[in-house]
């Protein structure tokens, strides 16, 4: 079964870091891209950035670039997301999410249950 | 960017059709067939229903269904079920190699 797993999140000041990840199984990690998206409390989703299975592509929404920076290890098949200077507007939860091959990042398929990052 | 746009709220009887707009004039959107759909139970992951406008991933039911005219996108949930309440949200890819997201519609099985 496909499955993606996220952690990572927590509480943390404003002005502070976070660095979160997910752990990919039951697919080949580095054959699909992979998609962070983010849902603010009572909020609709909100993209926020993909990667090309490779790694070497990058993609964010443009009002976080520069904040955050996306990566893969696909020796460990895990994906992460760096976030700096947060701000209290980046509070939601997290959802790490499969694309679907072929399909570059338009699209995904299987998501994670999300981590939830709070900032206060 | 500006969401794409959709109604906020959808309601409908058991067995009865409804249909889910999302217009992205506005936003930039770059082509016609980059759209899908995604359905949210309350503290759930959305899961994928519709991808490239009318296409369905294997496992979702054929009351789903997706279409496109002009700048707007369309979803149709058919043969209504209770089961089907739930927040539903539209997604493009935009002009600036990034993906836009509608700001979601609640439907309400009556």
């Known amino acids: 079964e496909e499955q993606v797993v996220e952690s990572g999140g927590g509480l943390v000041q404003p002005g502070g870091s976070l660095r979160l990840s997910c752990a990919a199984s039951g697919f080949t990690f580095s054959n699909f891209a992979m998609t962070w998206v983010r849902q603010a409390p009572g909020k609709g989703l909100e993209w926020v950035s993909a990667i090309s299975g490779s790694g070497s592509s990058t993609y964010y929404a443009g009002s976080l670039k520069g904040r955050f920076t996306m990566s893969r290890d696909n020796s460990k098949n895990t994906l992460y997301l760096q976030m700096n200077s947060l701000r209290v507007e980046d509070a939601a939860v997290y959802y790490c999410?499969?694309?679907?091959?072929?399909?570059?990042?338009?699209?995904?398929?299987?998501w994670g249950t999300g981590t939830t990052v709070t900032v206060s | 960017q500006s969401a794409l746009t959709q109604p906020a709220s959808v309601s409908g009887s058991p067995g009865q059709s409804i249909t889910i707009s999302c217009s992205g004039t506005?936003?930039?959107?770059?082509?016609?067939?980059?759209v899908s759909w995604y359905q949210q139970h309350p503290g759930k992951a959305p899961k994928l229903l519709i991808f490239e406008v009318n296409k369905r991933p294997s496992g979702v039911s054929n009351r789903f269904s997706g279409s496109k005219s002009g700048d707007t996108a369309s979803l149709t949930i058919s043969g209504l079920q209770t089961e089907d309440e739930a927040d539903y949200f539209c997604c493009s890819y935009a002009r600036t190699s990034t993906l836009l997201f509608g700001g979601g519609s609640r439907l309400t099985v009556l």
């Open positions: 999410a499969k694309n679907i091959g072929g399909h570059f990042f338009y699209y995904m398929d299987v």
């Open positions: 506005s936003s930039g959107v770059a082509t016609s067939s980059l």
